[in-house]
Nanobody, 121 residues
Framework: QVHLVESGGGLVQAGGSLRLSCVVS????????MGWYRQAPGKPRELVAH???????EYSDSVKGRFTISRDNGKNAVHLQMDGLKPEDTGVYYC???????????????WGQGTQVTVSS
């Protein structure tokens, strides 16, 4: 059974920093793209950033220059360094990855349980 386990959320003042981490547990064969999404109250879930297995990254325009995504393929982990946080960054942050658990099996989308990030003004 594959699980994505997130950590690192919390409460921070505007301008502060937080670092989110997500580790894939369970047996995996391929861990493809890994990423972070967020959902603010009353809004749909949106992409924050993702990173391919080879290291190619993509960021939403709202976080470019402030957030940095990285991954450790040996540990099946992805991190999100968030600097210059703004109140509008508040929301539940979800880790996401598409993973194959065995040779010949398709990639399946997995989600973490979410971690709350609150930025006070």
């Amino acid at each position: 059974q594959v699980h994505l386990v997130e950590s690192g959320g919390g409460l921070v003042q505007a301008g502060g920093s937080l670092r989110l981490s997500c580790v894939v547990s369970g047996s995996t064969y391929v861990v493809n793209v890994m990423g972070w999404y967020r959902q603010a109250p009353g809004k749909p879930r949106e992409l924050v950033a993702h990173i391919a297995s080879g290291g190619t990254t993509e960021y939403s325009d709202s976080v470019k220059g402030r957030f940095t995504i990285s991954r450790d393929n040996g540990k099946n982990a992805v991190h999100l360094q968030m600097d210059g946080l703004k109140p509008e960054d508040t929301g539940v942050y979800y880790c996401n990855s598409d993973i194959s658990t065995n040779w010949g099996t398709p990639l399946v989308d997995y989600w973490g349980q979410g971690t709350q990030v609150t930025v006070s003004s």
